[in-house]
Nanobody, 126 residues
Framework: QVQLVESGGGLVQAGGSLRLSCIVS????????AGWFRQAPGKEREFVAG????????DYADSVKGRFTISRDNAKTTVYLQMNSLKPEDTAVYSC???????????????????WGQGTQVTVSS
């Protein structure tokens, strides 16, 4: 069984930065691709960033490109999301997810992830 635990959320002013961490335990971490998703009040959950199981290939939602960076440290079984130049519209609960796929790539669809963390709140004040 795979378990994911996020940390690093909090309250920050617009223009500030936060770094989210997601520790993954239970199986061979390097065999899973990972993604970060977020859900704001009254809105559907949306894809934020994805990273391949090797860490070589990444992708981002248009709304965060150039501001957010996803990375992973397979030795520490941790996925990170560095968030810079935060905006009030980035306010949401951020969750990390892991999936096992033949190609080792993430998915834009939350339904294709089998493992999820509990989420961490990020609030950006104006």
């Amino acid at each position: 069984q795979v378990q994911l635990v996020e940390s690093g959320g909090g309250l920050v002013q617009a223009g500030g930065s936060l770094r989210l961490s997601c520790i993954v335990s239970g199986r061979t971490f390097s065999s899973y691709a990972a993604g970060w998703f977020r859900q704001a009040p009254g809105k559907e959950r949306e894809f934020v960033a994805g990273i391949s199981r090797s860490g070589v290939v990444t992708d981002y939602a248009d709304s965060v490109k150039g501001r957010f960076t996803i990375s992973r440290d397979n030795a520490k079984t941790t996925v990170y999301l560095q968030m810079n130049s935060l905006k009030p519209e980035d306010t949401a609960v951020y969750s990390c997810a892991a999936r096992s796929s033949v190609g080792g790539l993430w998915s834009f669809s939350a339904h294709e992830y089998g493992y999820w963390g509990q989420g961490t709140q990020v609030t950006v004040s104006s």
